[in-house]
């Protein structure tokens, strides 16, 4: 019996997470090397605070992210109202007294979904979709404009339909301090929620608006400028002047 094929015709749904620190390239060697011991020492006390076992996690570190398959008996209502809370918190503290430069500032992308382990990390829907959900320009915006934060929480439409909708079992889920965006990245497109801890859903709102188009710049016309001996006519004015050739049949 091939094992192997066996165990791939299992179907197991996972709860999938991403955390991005912000301006990691910026820093100089050494200082990346803090970032990422900071990175997983504020995610290991946030699962610990909150009941959760990190060793549990299949976790695949990409420098300045880290990306996690969690069990497929983990609580998503623990992950998305204790953790998130006690991530913020365990953030907040080790940015506290630190220059502006030096805050540790992350982005947070949780799905639900198929992800199986794969011979360089994962693989499946779920891997991709965070990912995309990860670098949603929103969700980069709201960190970029909303500088009294230090972390900003993304989840999928299917995690907030099924957990967050419902309060999460008494986690303090509050669905009003979520706002809904249409992520598009490459060949994704869906829909996500935006989550800041102690910031309201009014306050994100303007944030994840997209951008106002600017208005096209329309070149001024002008009618004939000069009329040559020769029969050439010049329309238009400077580098747009067009030539028009004109034969006088007598």
Known sequence: MNTH????????????????????????????????????????????????????????????????VLPADTQEPLVLGRFVRHLAVRIGE????????????????????????????????????????????????????????????????????DVVRFRGDGQGLDPARYVKVHVRKKEFSGYGWIHVPEHTREELEPLVADPEPDEPVVPAHTTVVKDNKDGVFHFGSGDAARTMHKKYYR
Not at 17 to 44: C, H, I
Not at 104 to 128: C, E, N, Y
């Open 5 to 68: 094929s066996s165990s791939q015709a299992i179907i197991t749904r996972h709860l999938c997470m991403a955390a991005d620190a912000e301006k990691y390239s910026r820093l100089d060697t050494p200082g990346q090397e803090a970032l990422q011991a900071d990175l997983v020492r504020v995610l290991e006390e946030a699962a610990m605070l909150s009941g959760l076992d990190r060793t549990t996690w299949e976790r695949q570190p990409k420098g300045d992210e880290e990306f996690a």
């Open 94 to 161: 080790r940015n506290a007294n630190r220059a502006e430069g030096e805050r540790m500032r992350l982005r947070l992308a949780i799905d639900f979904g198929v992800a199986r382990t794969a011979a360089l990390g994962h693989s499946g829907p779920a891997p991709v979709s965070v990912a995309r959900y990860l670098n949603a320009d929103q969700l980069k915006r709201v960190l970029e404009k909303l500088s009294s934060t230090d972390l900003v929480v993304i989840v999928s439409d299917r995690v907030y339909q």
